[in-house]
Nanobody, 121 residues
Framework: QVQVVESGGGLVQPGGSLRLSCAAS????????MGWFRQAPGKQRELVAT???????NYAGSVKGRFTISRDNAKNTVYLQMNMLKPEDTAVYYC???????????????WGQGSQVTVSS
C-alpha cells in the first residue's frame, strides 16, 4: 500500500544536469532514510546517496561534489540533483524509501520502479 514513483530520467550530454524525483505515498507514520541506488549494465547495484530523516547525507565517492540529495518531507519526496554528468553515470537509478507502515508500525523499505539516465554525446 506504499507507492514509490520516480520521474526525471532521460538523456543528457556530458557536463549536463538532470534532477530525479521520487514521490512516496501511502499509510505510513513518516519516512525515515531515503536514498538512491544505481545499476549500470553488467554491473552490480551501488549506493549513490542517502539522506536521513534529520537531513544527514552520504555520497558515493564517485558522485561527491557533483550530486546533491535532498528531501521535502511535506511532499514525501526525495530528489537527486545530478550536475556535471559523465558517461560513467549512465545507469538505471532506483529510489529507496524507509518507512513505518500505519497498519503494523514496522520499518520497511520500498523501491521505485527505476529511472534510466543516459549520459552521451
Amino acid at each position: 500500500q506504499v507507492q514509490v514513483v520516480e520521474s526525471g530520467g532521460g538523456l543528457v550530454q556530458p557536463g549536463g544536469s538532470l534532477r530525479l524525483s521520487c514521490a512516496a505515498s501511502g499509510s505510513i507514520f513518516g519516512f525515515n532514510t531515503m536514498g538512491w541506488f544505481r545499476q549500470a549494465p553488467g554491473k552490480q547495484r551501488e549506493l549513490v546517496a542517502t539522506i536521513s530523516s534529520g537531513g544527514t547525507t552520504n555520497y558515493a565517492g564517485s558522485v561527491k561534489g557533483r550530486f546533491t540529495i535532498s528531501r521535502d518531507n511535506a511532499k514525501n519526496t526525495v530528489y537527486l540533483q545530478m550536475n556535471m554528468l559523465k558517461p560513467e553515470d549512465t545507469a538505471v537509478y532506483y529510489c529507496q524509501v524507509w518507512a513505518r507502515t500505519a497498519v503494523d508500525g514496522n520499518l520497511h523499505d520500498y523501491w521505485g520502479q527505476g529511472s534510466q539516465v543516459t549520459v552521451s554525446s
